[in-house]
T-cell receptor, first 114, second 112 residues
Framework: NAGVTQTPKFQVLKTGQSMTLQCAQD?????MYWYRQDPGMGLRLIYY???????DKGEVPNGYNVSRLNKREFSLRLESAAPSQTSVYFC?????????????FGSGTQLSVL | GNSVTQMEGPVTLSEEAFLTINCTYT??????LFWYVQYPGEGLQLLLK?????DKGSNKGFEATYRKETTSFHLEKGSVQVSDSAVYFC???????????FGSGTRLLVRP
């Protein structure tokens, strides 16, 4: 039972570099999410995909792009990384039609931008 | 806007002690309220929820009651265990939108 799988687990980038964080779920969930977690600020929603083929902005979308590649996969891209994007990134998914508050989270990607 | 405020941690307790983690919210309307837990090295997982005033959510010995009059959703457990050591997040959702709003989290450390 893999659940939600994120890769990589750790990444160090230099300012201006680009990278893509990968996320896949094997629970046949319709909805997928990307959050960032910063000390003292909890989790903040970057982007979400309510269903395959749709994506929408969350609270803090600037500097990020997403792709819902298929029902299983939802990637997050940083085109030109900045130190302010140093954070822990979590992908999550939820099932059913419409919003389901029972989110299943991956174990996170720790990203440092120097 | 809508927001969640949690008590600052860390909260350090001895095993079998009583736990309270405070959570208050600000919302335009009547949100659904949740507690999520994050164990070391893992992602968050839903612990319990309450969808309307006076509802009590409960799971694994934890409880929280939705208090509209005080806009609070405090997490309680009568007797904590070392295995309860984790970070606890209070969260709210309005109108079944796709946006869960999280508090900043409270770290709990339980000593044997």
């Amino acid at each position: 039972n893999a659940g939600v799988t994120q890769t990589p687990k750790f990444q160090v980038l230099k300012t201006g570099q680009s990278m893509t964080l990968q996320c896949a779920q094997d629970m046949n969930h319709n909805s997928m999410y990307w959050y960032r977690q910063d000390p003292g600020m909890g989790l903040r929603l970057i982007y979400y995909s309510a269903s395959e083929g749709t994506t929408d902005k969350g609270e803090v979308p600037n500097g990020y792009n997403v792709s819902r590649l298929n029902k299983r996969e939802f990637s997050l891209r940083l085109e030109s990384a900045a130190p302010s994007q140093t954070s822990v990134y979590f992908c999550a998914s939820s099932g059913g039609t419409g919003f389901n508050e029972k989110l299943f989270f991956g174990s996170g990607t720790q990203l440092s931008v120097l | 806007g809508n927001s969640v405020t949690q008590m600052e941690g860390p909260v350090t307790l001895s095993e079998e002690a009583f736990l309270t983690i405070n959570c208050t919210y600000t919302a335009t309307g009547y949100p659904s309220l949740f507690w999520y837990v994050q164990y070391p090295g893992e992602g968050l997982q839903l612990l319990l929820k309450a969808t309307k005033a006076d509802d009590k959510g409960s799971n694994k010995g934890f409880e929280a009651t939705y208090r509209k009059e005080t806009t609070s959703f405090h997490l309680e457990k009568g007797s904590v265990q070392v295995s309860d050591s984790a970070v606890y997040f209070c969260a709210l959702n309005m109108d079944s939108s796709y946006k869960l709003i999280f508090g900043s989290g409270t770290r709990l450390l339980v000593r044997p």
